[in-house]
């Protein structure tokens, strides 16, 4: 696995492995009734994993994708939840901030981010329109010196727990995908309340976030013109990020099956002996390593962002395969694999969140068959030797 990898990324890489594997996997289950892993979270903020994708001169360690890819794989081979939690931190939200927030908010946030100290909520989707983002209701308007916010969010990630809101929404009520900018909203700001909440089957809580009147300072008015394309770029990060968790999902429950199956014994012999359970180990693997590359190859196009079709492809294959491998992962384990005694109906259940964030898979699959009709160009990689 550490192949063409620097001697300073297998030891980072290392160390968040052997805190994971000594310290977390013991932990996971107990976060599955919604509780945050902030014990977790604390002890990758002292190894500097929470300032990934934090500048250096804010206190981070300003990583590329791929090496932060690295080590939420890692984490994931252990726990879905910190995962997912560690994803708020070195995504999307944190990479708008270090981007485009006026600098007394990246001063005063991001080495808060950086510490564990202040946990960062990413609020796009809405009641009526997900997918569909043309579709946004939520909108900010000047009123006088200031800027007043209106809407509702939902499925939002540690709302409960964030100290900054990054809320993407109709600015002016322009209308369409065009008129789309992003607003910092901070905990505490009149009009702002975190309401219904959804218990998912990965574990974690989700909740439905209000602005009603929210007035804020213009600066806080990060992305204004263009907002919309520009945001994207910023998810073709997102969509390597995502599949990093579905990969190590994945490997966990694939590690799991092959010990399982070489100390379970039928008909006198373990399981393992058998060819049709060699072959499914087999089939496992083969899945991971396939997926594996493509996920490296995305992570390693990025300057600064991914190449957007890499990255849909990697997304959409680490999703799947990790559906796939722990679903296997359960049958290796036989009756005992659906229940929770072992861990591997947990990273099945992590597993079926890939395909639903960061970009469906329907999303995702009609971009890729967009540009393949439009002509690939050989730089894409796909039709060409450019990439290799
Ligand atoms: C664990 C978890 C964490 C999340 N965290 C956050 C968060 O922190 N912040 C946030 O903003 N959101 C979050 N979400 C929400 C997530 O981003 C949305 O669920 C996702 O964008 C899909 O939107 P939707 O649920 O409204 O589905 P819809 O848009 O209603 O789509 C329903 C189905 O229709 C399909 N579909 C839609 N349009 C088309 C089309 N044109 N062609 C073909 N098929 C189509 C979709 O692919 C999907 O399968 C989270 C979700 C989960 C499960």
Not at 165 to 193: M, N, Q, S
Not at 229 to 239: A, D, E, I, K, W
Not at 258 to 271: H, T
Request: charged share 25%; aromatic share 8%.
């Amino acid at each position: 696995m550490f192949e063409r990898l620097s001697e300073e990324q297998r030891r980072f890489v290392g160390t968040v492995r052997a805190l994971a594997q000594s310290r977390f996997k013991e932990r996971a289950a107990s976060y599955m009734d919604g509780s945050f892993p902030w014990e977790n979270i604390r002890a990758l903020a002292e190894l500097g994993v929470l300032g990934m994708a934090v500048p250096e001169e804010l206190g981070g360690l300003g990583l590329p994708v791929f090496d932060t890819a690295l080590v939420l794989e890692e984490i994931a081979k252990v726990c879905y939840v910190t995962a997912m939690a560690v994803l708020g931190e070195v995504g999307v939200q944190t990479r708008i901030i270090a981007h485009y927030a006026p600098e007394a908010i990246r001063a005063r946030i991001l080495p808060q981010v950086c510490r564990g100290e202040s946990i960062l909520a990413i609020c796009m989707t809405e009641p009526d329109a997900g997918t569909d983002v043309a579709n946004y209701r939520t909108n900010v308007e000047r009123v006088g010196a200031k800027l007043r916010l209106n809407g509702v969010k939902t499925l939002i990630s540690r709302a409960e727990e964030a100290a900054m809101f990054v809320v993407f929404t109709r600015v002016d009520k322009r209308p369409g995908r065009e008129g789309i900018g992003c607003v910092l909203v901070e905990r505490g700001t009149p009009g702002l309340a975190v309401t219904g909440s959804f218990h998912t089957m990965g574990g974690e809580n989700l909740h439905e976030v209000r602005f009603e009147d929210c007035e804020i300072a213009p600066e806080n008015l990060v992305i204004e013109e263009d907002g919309f394309r520009r945001l994207l770029s910023s998810f073709n990060t997102q969509r390597c990020l995502n599949p990093a968790i579905s990969l190590g999902l994945a490997e966990g429950a694939f590690e799991e099956a092959v010990r399982y199956a070489q100390e379970r014994a039928a008909f006198g012999r373990p399981i393992a002996a058998f060819q049709g359970m060699r072959w499914k180990l087999a089939m496992m693997y083969r899945e991971i390593e396939s997926a594996r590359s493509i996920l490296y190859r995305a992570c390693r196009s990025a300057n600064p962002f991914p190449d957007p079709l890499l990255a849909a492809v990697a997304k959409i294959t680490c999703n799947e395969t990790a559906q796939r491998v722990t679903s296997e992962a359960v049958q290796v384990f036989g009756g005992y694999g659906f229940t929770d005694a072992f861990p591997v109906s947990r990273l099945y259940r992590g597993a079926r969140y890939g395909t639903l964030g960061g970009g469906t898979t329907e999303t995702l699959l009609d971009l890729i068959g967009k540009r393949v009709l439009a002509g690939l160009d050989p730089a894409d990689g796909i039709s060409g030797l450019a990439n290799f």
